[in-house]
C-alpha cells in the first residue's frame, strides 16, 4: 500500500504551497504507472491530513494513460498499461513520455473564490 506513502508525500508538497492557510481542494496528475487505488489514496489522504490546513480537502485526480515513442521509428504509442513494445514496429527501444506521473497541479484555498496556488509541482 504504497498510497499512505504518496499521500503523506502530496500533504507535504500542499502544506508548503499553503503556508498555513487552509486548503480547499487539492488538483493531482497521477499516471497510470503510479498504480493507485484511488479508494485506499483517498483514505489514506483523509487520515495524513486530518486535523491539519488540509484536513478535509478535496482531492481531484486526473489520471494520466502511458505514453512512449519508439526510438527505431519514432512512433507513439498509448495505453492504459505499460507498454513494451512498439506498436507501429515491434521494437522494444521505448521512451517513456508519460504515465508515470505524480504532479500537484494545484490547490484551491478555502474561502477564498476561484483562487488557486501554484505552478505545477512533482510530488515524491
Known amino acids: 500500500m504504497h498510497e499512505f506513502g504518496v ?16 486548503v480547499a481542494a487539492v488538483r493531482l496528475h497521477v499516471g497510470a504507472l503510479q498504480r493507485l487505488d484511488r479508494a485506499v489514496f483517498d483514505q ?8 491539519g490546513v488540509a484536513g478535509g480537502a478535496e482531492v481531484d485526480v486526473v489520471e494520466v494513460g502511458v505514453e512512449v515513442r519508439c526510438r527505431g521509428c519514432g512512433g507513439v504509442s498509448t495505453g492504459t498499461e505499460l507498454i513494451t ?18 504532479v500537484l497541479e494545484s490547490i484551491t484555498l478555502d474561502g477564498i473564490a476561484c483562487a488557486t496556488v501554484g505552478n505545477e509541482q512533482e510530488v515524491g
Open 7 to 22: 499521500a503523506a508525500g502530496v500533504l507535504d508538497a500542499v502544506e508548503a504551497r499553503a503556508a498555513g492557510r487552509p
Open 44 to 51: 489514506a489522504f483523509a487520515l495524513v491530513a486530518d486535523g
Open 85 to 102: 513494445s512498439c506498436t507501429h514496429c515491434g521494437e522494444h527501444d521505448l521512451e517513456l513520455l508519460a504515465g508515470d506521473d505524480l
